[in-house]
């Protein structure tokens, strides 16, 4: 597990590669990111879920 010392340490070293400018559009872009990932995983769980009640429907008849 990372101290609170490695984790200062980090980022620090971003800043100094990117720039404190460039970090605040790099922590939105992951953002966008993540939620967008997120986003995905809910749809293919909702339409497997759809998907598994037309062939439940299917086989009943």
């Given at each position: 597990?990372l101290?609170?010392?490695?984790?200062?340490?980090?980022?620090?070293l971003?800043?100094?590669?990117?720039?404190?400018?460039k970090?605040?559009e790099?922590?939105?872009?992951l953002?966008?990111?993540?939620k967008?990932?997120?986003?995905?995983?809910?749809?293919?769980?909702?339409?497997?879920?759809?998907?598994?009640?037309i062939?439940?429907?299917?086989n009943?008849q």
């Amino acid at each position: 597990m990372l101290s609170e010392t490695h984790i200062i340490l980090v980022v620090l070293l971003i800043a100094l590669i990117f720039g404190a400018k460039k970090l605040p559009e790099i922590g939105a872009g992951l953002g966008k990111g993540i939620k967008n990932f997120k986003s995905s995983i809910k749809d293919a769980k909702e339409n497997e879920e759809e998907h598994e009640k037309i062939e439940n429907k299917e086989n009943k008849q």
